[in-house]
């Protein structure tokens, strides 16, 4: 296997499990406040969806520069000047620093969610999509509006399965 098939399969995995690590802590975060006590195997639970959200997120920022460097060494940077690859960039830089208000509590946990999640499915989606060229607008828009309706949706969610007082 070549350093760019690794890379690729490295990025992937990182990707899958951000992906999937910021969608389950939601669901877990919900069931273990439905009762408004989280237990120690509620934390337990949560504390492991975190470190699998923290695994692929170093899986995708080391697999990223690896990319870079692989990039850089084989004088291939054209895709440097692509507005998709600036995105992604950009989106990585908001799941880090996203991540560091919720931990700070600088920001609400709703709205944090909503960036998180959105976050996470629009480097999937940003990753999986070929060819072409996307206006930056576009994609700026369309991303502020998806974590608009993720919060609404997060809030109602929390609303009707998590009792008053309870919601962090």
């Known amino acids: ?21 910021a969608t389950f802590v939601e669901f877990h975060l919900v069931r273990a406040l439905r009762d408004g006590v989280v237990s120690p195997e509620e934390s337990a639970l949560m504390q492991t969806t975190y470190s699998v959200l923290r695994v692929g997120f170093f899986m995708l920022i080391m697999s990223g520069f690896g990319f870079l460097i692989l990039a850089r060494l084989s004088e291939n940077v054209a895709w440097f000047y692509s507005v998709k690859f600036w995105i ?12 560091a208000f919720i931990q700070l509590r600088w920001i609400p946990i709703l709205w944090g ?14 990753g999986v999509l070929r060819g072409g060229e996307y206006s930056p607008y576009w994609i700026l828009g369309l991303y502020v ?24």
Do not use: C, Q
Request: no cysteine; charged share 10%; aromatic share 8%.
């Open 1 to 21: 296997m070549d350093l760019y098939t690794a890379l690729v399969i490295t990025h992937i995995v990182g990707t899958v499990l951000g992906v999937g690590g």
């Open 88 to 99: 992604k960039l950009s989106i990585v830089g908001i799941i880090a620093a996203n991540a």
């Open 113 to 126: 969610s909503a960036i998180a999640l959105v976050s996470w499915y629009a480097a999937l989606v940003l």
């Open 145 to 168: 509006v998806a974590i608009i309706i993720v919060y609404v949706v997060l809030r109602e969610v929390h609303r009707r399965f998590i009792p008053k007082g309870h919601t962090p």
